[in-house]
């Protein structure tokens, strides 16, 4: 979900089985969270990885006087992991690996790229990267056979895979695996200009699915239970 909002948008809501992952585009985030009780601030180009596990209350609002655009991912937890404890990951842009290759650099958030890995924990493995290009460059980025995944145009325009699909800025493109394949290939190159694009790749989980509101689950009896907990406060301690 790619969004613009201001402060007071998000009040305070809670989540359930699943991983919520905010990247920073523009403006200042403050997070505020019931496992922690500690507010975080999120700058341009940061992403937060947020593992709601069996239920976590939070809020994110933009700082005083700012919009805040932003992009945010939901991760389907599997069945076995829907209710671990939860746990945040603030990932800094300053602090995450960055693969350099000629005319191209590459953050690595998540996963790896290059043989640059991230030290950010995963229950489904997920590739996360920010590639920025300059005119002319191109480089190539391996990912799992199995990875569905997509790319968002974050600025300026490129040319995609082995049929140099072009994408412009704010558009996405979709990634299918390559079945049968242990491993795949994805070219991004720039021949017209500069290029900021993100990347996120993962593993299918392939489990029923129900989605009611900010709770994901496998059932919807597991569904009308996190309403009630949520209503008990169970979702503080």
């Known amino acids: 979900m790619e969004d613009w909002f201001q402060r007071g948008s998000f009040d305070v809501h809670p989540h359930r089985g699943i991983e919520t992952v905010t990247y920073v585009m523009e403006g200042r985030l403050e997070h505020y969270d019931s496992k922690t009780g500690e507010s975080e601030t999120l700058g341009p180009g940061d992403a937060q990885w947020m593992t709601a596990g069996r239920g976590v209350i939070h809020k994110e609002d933009p700082a005083v006087g700012e919009t805040v655009h932003s992009l945010q991912l939901w991760v389907n937890l599997p069945s076995a992991s829907k209710m671990i404890e939860p746990h945040y990951q603030n990932l800094r842009s300053a602090g995450m690996p960055v693969r350099e290759e000629p005319g191209a650099t590459v953050r690595v958030f998540s996963g790896s ?19 920025r290009l300059e005119p002319g460059a191109s480089i190539k980025q391996d990912l799992p056979g199995s990875y569905n995944g997509f790319l968002f145009v974050l600025e300026g325009e490129g040319e995609f895979g082995a049929d140099r699909t072009r994408g412009t800025a704010r558009q996405v493109l979709f990634l299918g695996g390559a079945d049968g394949h242990e491993s795949s290939e994805i070219e991004i190159s720039a021949p017209n200009g500069p290029l900021k694009a993100l990347l996120y790749a993962g593993e299918p989980v392939r489990e029923h699915v129900v989605a009611r509101g900010p709770f994901v689950m496998n059932t919807m009896e597991q569904i009308v239970q996190a309403y009630e907990d949520y209503r ?6």
């Not at 008990?232 to 301690?237: A, R, S, T, V």
């Open 113 to 131: 790229s290059g043989g640059i890995a991230a030290p950010t924990r995963n229950i489904v493995p997920i590739t996360m990267a920010e590639f």
């Open 232 to 237: 008990d406060g169970k979702f503080l301690g």
